[in-house]
Every structure is written in C-alpha cells, then in structure tokens.
C-alpha cells in the first residue's frame, strides 16, 4: 500500500494509545513519520519553531488531536494553534480523537473550522486508511 501520506502527528498523553496507533500506521504504511506530542503545548511550541525556522517540510499533514491532556488541553491548542495556521504553507487534517461521546464534546469540535472530523476512540483500522491513504 502507497504512503500517500509524509508525516502524522498524534497529540495524546496515553502511551497505551500513542504506541498502538504508531504501530498500526508503521504496519500498516500508512505514514513515513510519526511525530507524538504529550501535550498540546509542545506540540504548539513544534508548529511556531518550524515557521519562524521556515521548515514548513517538517509540519505534518494529519493531526491526531486528544482532547484531555496536561500542561494545555485539546481545546486551548486548537484556540492557539487558529492563530499560527495562516503562516503554515501547506493544508493540515486535523481531527479531534477522544474517548468522550459527549455531544457537546463532538458538536463543539466540529463546528471548529480547523477540524476535518471527530473521531471516538478507539479509532478502527479503515478510519486509519481512509484518512492515511
């Protein structure tokens, strides 16, 4: 199966997640690379560096956003990250993956222009692929 896809983020505190969905994409070869953030800040942090560095070659191209994480949340990277994404020269996926099925959770993520989709954890297999591919 092609790599259609250079770089993925996933934006999540849960190792038990973050190793399983890094498996799956290398497995599957789904992505070149899988870069994973703890928190939403140092994923922050990673987004201004490689703008004010001008390596825009490094963002990646599909964000895998957890909603519940220390140090800033799912929620304040998007508000922060909202304000950078002009500067960003090629287009980003951004989904929220979450645990929670609150309907608020999923109505307020989607009215965000900045997410593509909401996705419930655990995230099946062919959502991967369809997204990856």
Not at 62 to 85: A, H, R, S, Y
Not at 91 to 109: E, G, M, W
Request: net charge negative; aromatic share 8%.
């Amino acid at each position: 199966m092609p790599q259609n896809t250079k770089s993925v983020c996933i934006i999540d505190d849960d190792n038990m997640y973050i190793n399983l969905v890094s498996k799956i994409i290398e497995l599957k070869k789904l992505s070149e690379n899988v870069i994973v953030f703890k928190n939403g800040k140092d994923a922050l942090d990673f987004f201004i560096t490689s703008i004010d560095d001008h390596t825009n070659n490094r963002i990646p191209q599909v964000i895998f956003l957890d909603l519940n994480m220390p140090i800033m949340d799912g929620w304040e990277f998007l508000q922060e990250f909202d304000k950078i994404k002009d500067k960003i020269e090629e287009s980003i996926d951004l989904y929220v993956v979450s645990s929670s099925i609150d309907s608020r959770d999923i109505n307020k993520a989607k009215s965000i222009d900045l997410v593509s989709d909401y996705l419930t954890k655990p995230i099946k297999l062919g959502d991967f692929e369809k997204i990856l591919v």
